[in-house]
């Protein structure tokens, strides 16, 4: 058996490092970057555009600006040499006069001839020293004599003044003749079609993207219990999950239709033997054993109806908007009668879309359960943007924290029996009540009471 070498150790302890820190920098990365699929998509499109057009117009300006403008100051420069080669070979005043004009209908600048010793300081350099180096270095070349430029001044105009024999030659040339002054029609192009390509990628985007919400959505309500009225369409591999998800919906619908038609059998012909039982012990008359038979079958019927309430689940009710508060302020009324100190607080909108009928049994269970173990209750509801959020809670022995999601099993029997809310005591009560919660997209917790009991809490999409 061999061992690893120290350079291979040492290397797999530089490798983890290395791995730990690439972990760190793309989770900072990620955090930088948009979460939803549509800002992702239009930075895909959009960021590659800047970039190669950040590209271009940076060589654009490197290589053709920098060609075109050296070579029209070194035109320009050639003519100012011309000129003063000229005066130094005719240093007279007539012969001044006409170069001036020479130079004004030849070259396109004005000169002037002026008696200084000095040239002025040095002026500030603008941000884009581009022209400011092509001129100087083909005056330094072409000339060989102290210059003084000025290209910032006047924005229309340069300056340049060259120190000759007795004084100074001052020119005044134009910008354009010695500057590729295109770059504001550049960048208006560039920025103009990269606009116009943006505003295409994102028409495209939101396009290709609203069936995929348009399927979360749909994938919501029917989580949530409600109707979705849902079409495939949009890219081939978006109908492909539309249409797996129709399918999946279909199926599911059908199986819950199948499940309540083979229960509403069994409950037709159960409640119909039940029936019989009745009429016989009426015709054998009243007596002590009669009555406990009466009292088998009551509860036997009471069982049935409980079996049967967990088993459809109220899969038949419609979603419609519910007046939350006043489905409250029934279940308090309900528990006061029944000699129970019950407080309510309700905070936000009270419009919540649930099955109403469902639901009301989703809380009356919780609330007959507090009732059964409890003397006081305590109902506390809110709702907001994204949850509906309801908390019953009760001032009895309570639940052990190990024994919380127990008791949320069918059948399941505890000692101080806090999840057996129904009259038949068939352990069924927080289990229904579970399960209509779940339907409409939500859960139910348990907890430690403010009370000193259980808490029970409710929480729902809206």
């Known amino acids: 058996m061999t061992g690893l070498s120290p350079a291979a150790t040492g290397a797999r302890g530089q490798t983890g490092p290395m791995r730990a820190a690439w972990r760190r920098a793309a989770r900072a990365i990620a955090n930088v970057l948009p979460k939803g699929l549509f800002p992702r998509a239009l930075l895909i499109v959009i960021l590659p555009m800047l970039i190669l057009q950040s590209v271009i117009a940076y060589f654009f300006m490197e290589r053709h600006w920098q060609t075109v403008t050296y ?24 012969s001044v006069g006409g170069l001036s004009d020479l130079a004004k209908q030849r070259f396109g600048f004005d000169i002037e001839f002026l008696p200084i010793r000095e040239l002025p300081p040095p002026t500030r350099k603008p941000f884009f020293t581009l022209l400011d180096a092509a001129l100087s270095r083909e005056l330094a ?14 924005s229309n105009f340069i300056e340049i003044r060259v120190l000759l024999d007795g004084g100074a030659l001052r020119v005044i040339a134009r910008r354009n003749s010695v500057y590729a002054s295109n770059t504001d029609i550049f960048i208006m192009w560039m920025v103009g079609t990269s606009l116009v390509l943006i505003g295409l990628a994102i028409a495209f985007l939101r396009n290709q993207i609203r069936p995929i919400l348009r399927l979360a959505r749909a994938a919501q309500d029917f989580g949530k219990g409600r109707e979705a009225d849902f079409r495939p369409h949009g890219a081939r591999e ?29 409950s037709h012909d159960l409640r119909t033997i039940l029936t019989r039982f009745k009429l016989s012990l009426a015709m054998m008359g009243d007596g002590r054993e009669t009555e406990e038979m009466r009292g088998d079958i009551d509860e036997m019927q009471r069982m049935l109806e409980g079996y049967l309430a967990f088993a459809r689940g109220d899969a038949g009710e419609a ?24 407080g309510i607080q309700y905070n936000g909108d009270s419009t919540v879309v649930v099955r109403a009928d469902a639901f009301k049994r989703c809380l ?9 173990h409890g003397r006081r209750i305590a109902l506390t509801a809110s709702r907001d943007h994204r949850f509906f959020t309801a908390h019953i809670d009760d001032d009895g022995p309570g639940v052990p924290a190990d024994m919380r999601e127990d008791v949320f099993r069918p059948f ?17 009560g927080l289990a229904i009540a579970r399960d ?16 000193g009991g259980l808490r029970a809490t409710v929480r729902v999409p809206v």
């Open 436 to 451: 209509i919660a779940r339907s409409h997209g939500g859960d139910i917790v348990l907890g430690q009471s403010p009370l």
């Open 364 to 372: 009356a269970n919780l609330v007959g359960n507090a009732q059964k």
């Open 238 to 266: 978006v109908r492909q999950a539309a249409y797996a998800f129709a399918e999946m919906k279909r199926r599911i619908e059908r199986s819950i239709e199948q499940r309540t038609a083979m229960l509403n059998g069994v």
């Open 319 to 342: 979603a419609s908007p519910t007046n939350m508060r006043a489905m409250l302020e029934e279940l308090k009324a309900d528990a006061e009668r029944h000699g129970h100190e019950t």
């Open 141 to 154: 070349t072409q000339i060989g004599k102290p210059f003084w430029i000025d290209t910032v001044g006047n």
């Open 71 to 94: 070579r029209l100051s070194a035109a320009v420069v050639h003519d100012i040499g011309a000129v003063i080669d000229i005066h130094q070979a005719n240093p007279d005043a007539k």
């Open 412 to 428: 399941f029997r505890l000692d101080e029996a806090r999840n057996q809310n129904d009259e038949g005591g068939t352990g069924l």
